[in-house]
């Protein structure tokens, strides 16, 4: 950056320095320390692809069980975080201090205990000796340290204040209160078991993340960056506030493989930011634009900040599920996210930048687009039903012919490519800009894509678990790194294959040392965030919250979720994607699920998990901590306070989608075939730009105020017809607890029946909650009850609980011994709840027309001011 950092005193270095402070490490010491540090890193990263691979079980050598490689995980996090890490802001970055020499190495020798002791410490569960003590004391203070100078204070905060709330239960005030532990038995459940720091959260680290950050990082180095950064202002660049737009497609698709929405929002941010500002966007809108983008990208599947393998761990539904579910509100989040900018744009009366591609008639531009998108549809069927019928014929030489086929694709593109010139990076800050065409530049990197294919492929069709998924295509992102260049160079007919490959293995080589040196404070934070996880199960401090949050809430259904919606922004702020995710599902989710169901609310779990997930990276936006506006500030030269303001103005959208599929899980796609989803998205996708103009205040003209209110109103009743409908129709009847046995047997086999009970609850304490009863097989009500595994007592006109089986679907459901069912709810015939999209969209209509014919006069009232 020169001009515009300049003059608000920023400079690239600061920009390095506060990425590298919180997502690789701000310290670069030359010499011996320096290379040593970076030979561990890379280590680390071979380290990681060895555990992944199928090699160490075709050899016999290396293979580790889960609780040791979480430990050699962490044992090298630990110490690249005191080696990378300065302690203060004053210290050293040319050197490391001998006193982080020494913590660098207790540090890993800590965290390696679990590996070089493990067969001794299974011979003593639970009985820890005093040099286990001694050792977990002093591993769970440095994982402290060293969550501090990675990540900040925050999350070390956080779990500090866990751990003297397990230990001080019993001198807590009130409801607080708890038994308390040991500090022999909080050793060993945090640091000698896997239900703290060595628990699914650093378990899912080693195996998952490490390899998609390793791969974003290859990817990255590879020039894909830059390629999107390209392709995404070649198409979009000339439209009106165009950068803009190209900004937040730039940043979906690096976002795709990005697990830091801080290094998101600086990547793809240095280019975006100035091209914004040069078309008329203020410093802080266009932060503002580049931090709502960038942070969206954690929300967008595969990767998702790297939650959705937590997500898989946590909710127990497969990978493909939680992207399935995820998919759509990410996308029509980012769909929106584009019509806000266009609507600044429209409100400014931008202009864009000068294209180069040749001018085309909008029908021409119209039948490309269908025509590309067509042949991609057309050979994606193709290659999947091609190998769908290929594989039992080849047997066991498919991977190997595959194999061919997918290099001889890579070699062809590698041979399209070198009819182009290279893409080259730009500096934004150059007085003339002119944007590259699109054809050359979108043919020129298309070899990016296929590591991509393949990982998607590995997932979703193969089935593969989402570790080895990610090891095939880092294998093949690796294969593409040393021979793009050799290869690419041969066709351009000036070849030298020697400095070449020397190249590609250097590329090769800092890949492999970012990806360690990004995954340093993803490895802290999962462990510390293991700590927090550890004391929940330890102490049940997540009873505590929710009593709080019911409280406070007073009962009300809206206010419990808005509650739990503002801990999460709390608990999220200054925390990765990752350590976030971790934090807000464990303390908050149970929150939501327990009282949601007293209150009548039954949504699937992974709705819930969504749910706080998306208000916890929401703490990267919202001021006073979003570190992603400050990151954004410091490239645009604006106030970072008012960048943060203006991008949570923009996530407006991001925020209210929570609330929306929290209440109506179509949207998740949940239990819809694929003809309703394609509805669902097309009224969700028009829903969420009406909410986009109402919020914005413009839609084809300004809007009136009363015509924001109605748009919000149509918005709603697109995205939750079933309210309306819920006040014409109620959906259920209530039946008597009598006469539960008959309404079971009333029931339609795929519906379901809302049940409240009463009794008491784990803790012995009196609850009232409902159950959402899946009515079984069966020709009768009390075969269908018998099917259940239940068995009423019914005398007076009420039903008890006399019995349940063993490991039956009412056992699974929470029904227990001696619990009263006070209300039935079965399910009535009824209009479908998408009558409403009709009034609706006729309001919106509506407005178009009265705007529509507003925005002529305005047009006749300039020309004749004009004239």
């Known amino acids: 950056m020169t001009t515009d950092n300049t003059k608000t005193g920023g400079s690239n270095v600061d920009l390095e320095d506060l990425v590298a402070s919180t997502d690789s490490g701000s310290r670069k010491p030359a010499g011996v320390p320096g290379k040593l540090l970076v030979g561990i890193a890379a280590v680390w990263s071979l380290f990681q692809l060895w555990i992944a691979s199928p090699l160490p079980y075709l050899v016999g050598f290396?293979?580790?069980?889960?609780?040791?490689?979480?430990?050699?995980?962490?044992?090298?996090?630990?110490?690249?975080?005191?080696?990378?890490?300065?302690?203060?802001?004053?210290s050293p970055r040319d050197r490391i201090?001998?006193?982080?020499?020494?913590?660098?190495?207790?540090?890993?020798?800590?965290?390696?205990?679990?590996?070089?002791?493990?067969?001794?410490?299974?011979?003593?569960?639970?009985?820890?000796?005093?040099?286990?003590?001694?050792?977990?004391?002093?591993?769970?203070?440095?994982?402290?340290?060293?969550?501090?100078?990675?990540l900040g204070p925050p999350l070390m905060i956080v779990a500090s204040v866990f751990l003297f709330y397990s230990l001080a239960g019993p001198w807590m005030p009130g409801m607080l209160a708890h038994g308390g532990v040991s500090l022999h038995g909080l050793v060993n459940h945090q640091w000698l078991t896997t239900q703290g720091v060595f628990g699914i959260a650093l378990g899912v680290s080693t195996s998952f993340v490490f390899l998609f950050v390793l791969f974003g990082a290859l990817l990255d180095k590879a020039g894909a960056g830059n390629y999107f950064i390209k392709v995404a202002f070649s198409m979009l660049g000339h439209y009106k506030g165009g950068p803009a737009k190209a900004a937040v497609v730039a940043s979906g698709m690096t976002g795709l493989i990005s697990g830091s929405s801080i290094a998101n929002t600086v990547t793809t941010g240095t280019f975006t930011i100035p091209m914004m500002k040069r078309v008329g966007f203020s410093s802080e809108k266009a932060g503002a634009v580049e931090v709502a983008s960038s942070v969206n990208g954690q929300i967008m599947p595969p990767v998702m900040g790297a939650a959705a393998f937590l997500m898989v761990e946590y909710v127990g539904i497969s990978y493909v599920e939680v992207i399935k579910h995820a998919f759509l509100p990410a996308l029509i989040s980012y769909i929106a996210l584009i019509y806000i900018v266009h609507l600044e744009a429209l409100k400014a009366n931008m202009q864009g930048l000068e294209s180069s591609n040749p001018p085309k008639p909008l029908i021409r531009k119209v039948t490309g687009f269908l025509g590309g998108l067509l042949l991609l549809m057309i050979t994606a069927l193709a290659v999947y039903y091609g190998l769908g019928w290929l594989k039992p014929v080849l047997g066991p030489a498919a991977p190997w012919v595959i194999g061919v086929a997918l290099a001889a694709v890579y070699i062809a593109l590698l041979k399209l490519a070198s009819g182009y010139p290279e893409l080259v990076v730009d500096d934004p800050n150059e007085p003339v800009v002119k944007l590259p065409q699109t054809r050359p530049t979108v043919l020129v990197g298309l070899q990016y894509i296929l590591p991509v294919i393949v990982l998607v492929w590995c997932l979703m069709v193969e089935r593969l678990s989402p570790g080895l998924s990610a090891f095939w295509a880092?294998?093949?992102?690796?294969?593409?790194?040393?021979?793009?260049?050799?290869?690419?160079?041969?066709?351009?007919?000036?070849?030298?294959?020697?400095?070449?490959?020397?190249?590609?293995?250097?590329?090769?080589?800092?890949g492999l040392v970012t990806g360690a040196r990004n995954m340093i404070g993803i490895g802290i934070a999962t462990a510390t965030a293991g700590i927090i996880v550890g004391?929940?199960?330890?102490?049940?401090?997540?009873?505590?919250?929710?009593?709080?949050?019911?409280?406070?809430?007073?009962?009300?259904?809206?206010?419990?979720?808005?509650?739990?919606?503002?801990?999460?922004?709390?608990?999220?702020?200054?925390?990765?994607?990752?350590?976030?995710?971790?934090?807000?599902?464990?303390?908050?989710?149970?929150?939501?699920?327990?009282?949601?169901?007293?209150?009548?609310?039954l949504v699937p779990l992974i709705a819930v998990h969504l749910f706080v997930f998306y208000f916890g990276i929401m703490a990267d936006v919202t001021p006073p901590v979003g570190l992603a506006s400050f990151a954004a500030a410091a490239v645009s030269g604006g106030d970072p306070i008012r960048t943060g303001f203006q991008a949570f103005y923009y996530s407006l959208r991001t925020a209210a989608l929570p609330f929306l599929f929290i209440f109506n899980t179509d949207l998740l796609l949940i239990d819809v075939t694929p003809l309703q989803g394609i509805?669902?998205?097309?009224?969700?996708?028009?829903?969420?730009?009406?909410?986009?103009?109402?919020?914005?205040?413009?839609?084809?003209?300004?809007?009136?105020?009363?015509?924001?209110?109605?748009?919000?109103?149509?918005?709603?009743?697109?995205?939750?017809?079933?309210?309306?409908?819920?006040?014409?129709?109620?959906?259920?009847?209530?039946?008597?607890?009598?006469?539960?046995?008959?309404?079971?047997?009333?029931?339609?086999?795929?519906?379901?029946?809302?049940?409240?009970?009463?009794?008491?609850?784990?803790?012995?304490?009196?609850m009232t909650t409902y159950i959402l009863v899946p009515v079984p097989e069966g020709d009768s009500g009390q075969e269908r009850l018998d099917n259940l595994g239940l068995m009423?007592?019914?005398?007076?006109?009420?039903?008890?609980?006399?019995?349940?089986?063993?490991?039956?679907?009412?056992?699974?459901?929470?029904?227990d011994f001696d619990q009263e069912i006070v209300e039935v709810l079965a399910p009535v015939d009824r209009w479908t709840k998408e009558w409403i999209w009709i009034p609706a969209l006729a309001v919106f209509a509506l407005i178009v027309m009265l705007q529509r014919r507003r925005r002529h006069a305005e047009g006749r009232n300039t020309k004749a001011n004009t004239a």
């Open 474 to 510: 880092t294998v093949f992102m690796i294969f593409i790194m040393l021979t793009q260049r050799p290869v690419t160079a041969y066709f351009r007919g000036r070849s030298d294959i020697a400095a070449d490959l020397r190249e590609g293995g250097m590329d090769l080589w800092n």
């Open 679 to 766: 509805l669902i998205f097309v009224v969700a996708t028009v829903a969420m730009l009406i909410f986009a103009a109402a919020t914005q205040g413009f839609m084809v003209t300004r809007n009136r105020w009363y015509e924001s209110i109605l748009l919000l109103v149509v918005a709603f009743a697109l995205f939750r017809p079933g309210f309306f409908m819920d006040m014409i129709h109620d959906p259920y009847r209530s039946t008597p607890p009598a006469e539960f046995v008959e309404t079971l047997g009333e029931a339609d086999e795929e519906s379901s029946l809302r049940v409240q009970i009463s009794g008491l609850d784990d803790y012995g304490d009196p």
């Open 792 to 815: 009423l007592l019914t005398e007076d006109g009420t039903a008890t609980v006399d019995m349940v089986t063993y490991g039956s679907s009412a056992a699974e459901l929470g029904f």
């Open 62 to 90: 290396g293979v580790f069980n889960a609780t040791q490689s979480r430990s050699i995980h962490l044992a090298f996090a630990l110490f690249l975080a005191y080696m990378a890490y300065p302690a203060l802001k004053r």
């Open 97 to 150: 201090p001998i006193q982080d020499w020494v913590l660098a190495a207790v540090a890993a020798f800590c965290g390696a205990y679990m590996f070089i002791f493990y067969e001794g410490l299974s011979e003593r569960p639970g009985a820890p000796l005093m040099i286990d003590v001694v050792v977990g004391v002093t591993g769970i203070l440095l994982l402290l340290e060293a969550t501090r100078r990675a």
């Open 535 to 601: 004391a929940v199960s330890q102490t049940g401090v997540g009873l505590v919250l929710a009593g709080v949050v019911e409280t406070l809430a007073m009962g009300n259904l809206l206010l419990i979720l808005l509650l739990t919606a503002i801990l999460s922004l709390i608990l999220g702020m200054g925390l990765p994607t990752t350590a976030n995710y971790i934090v807000v599902s464990a303390l908050l989710a149970p929150v939501i699920i327990q009282l949601g169901a007293q209150n009548g609310l």
